[in-house]
């Protein structure tokens, strides 16, 4: 179901006056009218429907009252408008404060979602049946309903086991893989299985949508963290289904191609990543080492992969001579990849020398953030929104809920509230 309601009503992504806390348009979105109703909390879920308000979707989450999402409490670091975790994943959307246990509260979350183009959720598995929210409640009145269950583990089987980024990391495999040959198993610097997750359920919601154009119907769409997981696996994932062997940990060595690591130049560590012989010969000139493309050990990649400590060996001794920004320029300029290793403030500074605008500003003195990472030649971004404060929105969700409502059928029509537990919010 589209939003139908006015220009700066709440919840309109038309251009005109923004409501509270939605975005002003200067044209039509790709996802204008789209209504989500964001069960979600955490990463994962947020992550998507965040992506799909930055799209032009209107986005209600839904927060327990008193407390909200979890990661409102996730810190530090703190600013003077909250977490900034929950920062991260939460602009340009609407809060209610919704009480699932109370039966108004239920019924109201219940027209919420037949109101919504799209459903999205990561309570465990068969919390939603029990408040009579599942798919299967839904689609009878919403037969055009898209509706996304994200979780650790799945519905069948692992329908018991709470999904948590850390966990899936090392269960998965991910951990195994990443770290130095000989240590510790490490997990990625950020949540990144949840982040695939999050991109995959937009993926999954947005070829939905389309299907619907022609069907007229939505569907039920089940993304875990751990398949989300092995298909970000990729190379390393087939290596192991192909020979059944699994990968091991190489550090910042890429176990296919040499050199694609990090280097010690003079005063620190040098990326370079020589993806072809080509590349690697303009390496091998520039650092005054022209035989090297020549000799047997380094005369194809499969070779170079083989010899690796030899091939470093030679490289090392001449990046020895200068510091890593010193060569990281010369490289650069003979078109073999090679940078820095930067910190995030580096990377930020380094899209903005580039003219790729990464960041967007929210004004009421919220920190920018970072932007959306598409950039569109027809559609022009609606300004983003901070993040909302809990239940910011409540009475204007509820009134714009009441609106065609016949008047014989009360709010608060729905099936005996069933008791939430702190198991059930992963």
């Not at 990561?122 to 839904?138: C, S, V």
């Not at 050990?297 to 030899?310: K, L, M, P, S």
């Not at 903005?352 to 990472?373: A, F, K, M, N, Y």
Request: glycine share 12%; net charge negative.
């Amino acid at each position: 179901m589209t939003d139908t309601t006015a220009p700066g009503t709440p919840g309109s992504r038309s251009a005109g006056a923004a409501g509270p806390g939605q975005a002003c348009d200067t044209g039509q979105q790709p996802l204008a009218g789209i209504v989500v109703a964001d069960f979600s909390r955490v990463l994962a879920g947020p992550l998507a429907t965040m992506t799909l308000a930055d799209l032009g979707a209107r986005v209600i989450k839904v927060e327990r009252p008193g407390a909200g999402d979890d990661t409102r409490q996730w810190g530090p670091p703190f600013t003077e408008h909250g977490s900034t975790y929950f920062a991260s994943v939460n602009r340009s959307k609407e809060s209610v404060a919704l009480d699932l246990a109370d039966p108004t509260g239920l019924a109201a979350a219940r027209r919420l979602a037949e109101r919504a183009d799209v459903v999205i959720e990561n309570f465990k598995p068969g919390t939603m049946a029990r408040l009579g929210l599942a798919y299967e409640d839904l689609a009878p009145a919403n037969p055009g309903l898209v509706y996304c269950s994200i979780s650790g583990f799945g519905s069948a089987r692992g329908a018991g086991l709470l999904g948590y980024d850390f966990i899936v990391q090392a269960v998965g495999g991910l951990m195994s893989i990443t770290g130095h040959p000989g240590g510790e198993p490490t997990k990625a610097g950020v949540a990144l299985v949840d982040v695939i997750t999050g991109k995959d359920a937009v993926i999954g919601i947005l070829a939905a949508l389309t299907a619907r154009t022609r069907t007229g119907r939505g569907d039920h769409l089940e993304v875990t963290l751990l398949t989300s997981l092995l298909g970000a696996l990729a190379n390393q994932a087939q290596a192991q289904l192909s020979v059944g062997i699994d990968p091991v940990p190489m550090g910042n060595r890429h176990p296919s191609i040499a050199p694609y690591e990090t280097l010690q130049c003079a005063d620190g560590l040098l990326a370079v990543a020589a993806g072809n012989d080509q590349q690697f010969a303009r390496l091998a000139a520039a650092l005054g080492l022209p035989a090297l493309p020549g000799d047997p050990r380094f005369a194809t990649n499969a070779a170079r992969v083989n010899h690796r400590e030899e091939l470093i060996r030679e490289l090392e001794a001449v990046l020895a001579s200068a510091p890593s920004a010193h060569w990281a320029q010369v490289l650069t300029d003979v078109q073999v990849p090679a940078g820095q290793v930067n910190s995030i403030g580096a990377g930020i500074a380094l899209a903005e020398s580039l003219g790729l605008d990464p960041t967007i500003e929210l004004g009421g003195g919220h920190p920018r953030q970072v932007r959306h990472p598409i950039s569109w030649a027809a559609y022009r971004p609606a300004r983003p929104m901070p993040p909302p404060e809990l239940g910011a929105h409540t009475d204007a969700v509820l009134a714009w809920l009441d609106q065609g409502r016949p008047s014989e059928t009360p709010l608060a029509t729905a099936p005996p509230p069933a008791t939430i537990t702190a198991t059930d919010e992963r």
